[in-house]
């Protein structure tokens, strides 16, 4: 535990507060895009984890095969949210309800800007801690480390990249509903309620959840490793009274009486 305070505070809190000071920067050059803050947030869980990486005591094929599916995971959605969202102009009505009031004080909106940056970067820091164990996880396949853990961390490490994948279909599903929103396909009104989305309003938070709850199953080895569920924990905890709430309210201006039915019919998150 020692090591892990030393690694986590000394190497990997201040390397994801510099990355997102790095983006900050970005944010300012590139025209004060809010959805930048979502970039940086992807991309500094594989900032965490490359640092947990290097940090790692042990040296097997598993741990390049973890970095690869952080990185892949990490790389999709910041390079997902990059297009569609910071490349694309697109204004997310979420940070303009949290930046609303500082509008009239540019000092102020900007202070408030690096803040949500920060903060972001103190929640990363969190989720990202089950990368810390993972990375001490000797997952070689020998017979002597065949147990009952041995067998979840596998099975769990097998379910990532399912997860991924359909994550990323949510997102493309979602992305071609607003298109052909934009382009007077569909009415405007309407609410996405066909392939992943049928069933859950939110598959792809669903889907983010799953994989982290997995890279958390496949740290676990010992009575300690079982901190690796912070990280998932506090992700479930942010999405639940953080993001799906500012996402939520928004929708309900919209549709009022059309998305309460929507929401009685409709799981949050299970596409199931």
């Known amino acids: 535990m020692i090591h892990f305070v030393e690694v986590a505070l000394i190497w990997a ?3 994801i507060l510099i990355n997102k ?3 900050y920067l970005v944010y300012k050059i590139g025209g004060n895009h809010e959805c930048i803050v ?3 947030y992807s991309i500094s869980h594989l900032v965490a984890g490359i640092v947990y990486f290097i940090f790692s005591t042990i040296s097997t094929p598993a741990k390049i095969i973890n970095i690869l599916l952080v990185a892949i995971w990490s790389l999709r959605l910041g390079g997902f949210l990059c297009v569609t969202r910071v490349l694309a102009g697109f204004k997310d009505e979420r940070y303009d309800n949290i930046f609303r009031e500082y509008n009239a004080d540019k000092f102020k909106k900007e202070v408030m800007v690096l803040v949500q940056f920060m903060f972001q970067g103190l929640i990363v820091f969190v989720t ?3 990368l810390y164990f993972l990375f001490l996880n000797d997952l070689t396949w020998k017979p002597e480390n065949f147990t009952g853990l041995n067998v979840l961390n596998y099975i769990a490490l ?3 990249p399912f997860s991924i994948c359909l994550e990323a279909i949510a997102d493309i599903q979602l992305e071609k509903f607003k298109k052909q929103k934009q382009q007077g396909l569909i009415p405007r009104e309407d609410l996405l309620e066909s392939g992943l989305w049928r069933k859950s309003r939110h598959p792809n938070l669903f889907f983010d959840l799953v994989t982290w709850f997995c890279f958390a199953l496949a740290a676990i080895n010992d009575a300690i490793s079982l901190c690796a569920l912070i990280g998932p924990i506090a992700l479930f905890c942010v999405m639940e009274f953080l993001t ?4 939520e309210v928004h929708m309900k201006k919209k549709r009022a009486d059309t998305y309460a039915q929507y929401v009685a019919r409709t799981n949050k998150y299970l596409v199931m």
Do not use: H, K, Q
């Open 13 to 15: 809190l201040p390397a």
């Open 21 to 23: 000071l790095i983006f």
């Open 38 to 40: 979502d970039v940086a």
């Open 128 to 130: 990202s801690i089950p």
């Open 158 to 160: 097998s379910i990532i």
């Open 244 to 247: 799906t709430p500012l996402t």
